[in-house]
């Protein structure tokens, strides 16, 4: 994998990268009336860096980085997502976060090429085609760029999907469970990924993989549990 360097469009540094953060206040939010996953959480995270978000299953790991990204609305509290000096709604936060997260698909029939490009146009980039090719380069897929992505095993597609979230090279990088289905290769790129990226911005991983959170110099804990439970 080689440095790619600045692409005309996303390259550019946004204003305020290293002071990005993001935080929660008094955060909950429930499925159904009884199990809650997010409870009454109050965080916050500054870049440069990278933080672990761990727990049990349930305990709203993924729930947490889609409340964040402006995908979920939560049950109670509000969150924000500060960049360049100014708040992000949910509805822009696409703008500023990139999210890896296995709930991502791709279309079947086209290339790796083409679902990163189509996914660049869609967000309006300068240069489809060269973001397509540095974000494949990042996650050491720019041999098989021109591959259909239903040839792909699993833990290409886990890189596809890392790929994604990098194309605009945004300042907060939100990653689910990154090294699933990843063989010794895909693990390296993810390491490599975090610790070039938690160096000028920030970075949330959700993992219980004790190799991940090591990745992180600071980690949120979270404990889901049923309304009434002591826990």
Same mark, same amino acid.
């Given at each position: &994998?080689?440095?790619?360097?600045?692409?005309?469009?996303?390259?550019?540094?946004?204003?305020?990268?290293? =002071?990005?953060?993001?935080?929660? *206040?008094?955060?909950?939010?429930?499925?159904?009336?009884?199990?809650?996953?997010?409870?009454?959480?109050? %965080?916050?995270?500054?870049?440069?860096?990278?933080?672990?978000?761990?727990?049990?299953?349930?305990?709203?790991?993924?729930?947490?980085?889609?409340?964040?990204?402006?995908?979920?609305?939560?049950?109670?509290?509000?969150?924000?997502?500060?960049? /360049?000096?100014?708040?992000?709604?949910?509805?822009?936060?696409?703008?500023?976060?990139?999210?890896?997260?296995?709930?991502?698909?791709?279309?079947?029939?086209?290339?790796?090429?083409?679902?990163?490009? %189509?996914?660049?146009?869609?967000? !309006?980039?300068?240069?489809?085609? !060269?973001?397509?090719?540095?974000?494949?380069?990042?996650?050491?897929?720019?041999?098989?760029?021109?591959?259909?992505?239903?040839? %792909?095993? *699993? /833990? &290409?597609?886990?890189?596809?999907?890392?790929? %994604?979230?990098?194309?605009?090279?945004?300042?907060?990088?939100?990653?689910?469970?990154?090294?699933?289905?990843?063989?010794?290769?895909? !693990?390296? =790129?993810?390491?490599?990924?975090?610790?070039?990226?938690?160096?000028?911005?920030?970075?949330?991983?959700?993992?219980?993989?004790?190799?991940?959170?090591?990745?992180?110099?600071? !980690?949120?804990?979270?404990?889901?549990?049923?309304? /009434?439970?002591?826990?």
């Amino acid at each position: &994998m080689t440095d790619a360097g600045p692409i005309p469009g996303i390259g550019r540094p946004i204003p305020g990268m290293s =002071a990005a953060r993001v935080g929660g *206040s008094k955060l909950t939010h429930r499925y159904g009336r009884r199990t809650t996953g997010v409870c009454d959480l109050d %965080f916050e995270f500054t870049a440069p860096g990278a933080v672990a978000v761990t727990g049990p299953n349930g305990s709203g790991k993924s729930t947490l980085l889609r409340i964040l990204a402006g995908l979920l609305r939560p049950s109670a509290g509000a969150t924000s997502v500060h960049v /360049g000096g100014r708040d992000h709604p949910p509805a822009r936060r696409r703008e500023v976060l990139g999210l890896a997260t296995p709930e991502l698909s791709f279309y079947e029939e086209f290339t790796a090429t083409e679902n990163l490009v %189509f996914a660049a146009e869609a967000r !309006r980039l300068e240069a489809p085609a !060269r973001a397509a090719a540095a974000a494949l380069d990042q996650v050491g897929l720019a041999t098989r760029s021109s591959d259909r992505v239903s040839a %792909f095993s *699993s /833990g &290409m597609k886990q890189r596809l999907r890392l790929a %994604f979230a990098l194309l605009h090279e945004p300042p907060i990088l939100l990653l689910d469970e990154p090294g699933s289905h990843l063989d010794e290769t895909g !693990r390296e =790129a993810v390491r490599d990924v975090v610790a070039r990226h938690a160096a000028r911005g920030l970075v949330l991983l959700a993992t219980n993989d004790p190799e991940e959170i090591q990745l992180a110099e600071r !980690r949120l804990e979270l404990h889901g549990h049923r309304l /009434g439970d002591p826990s």
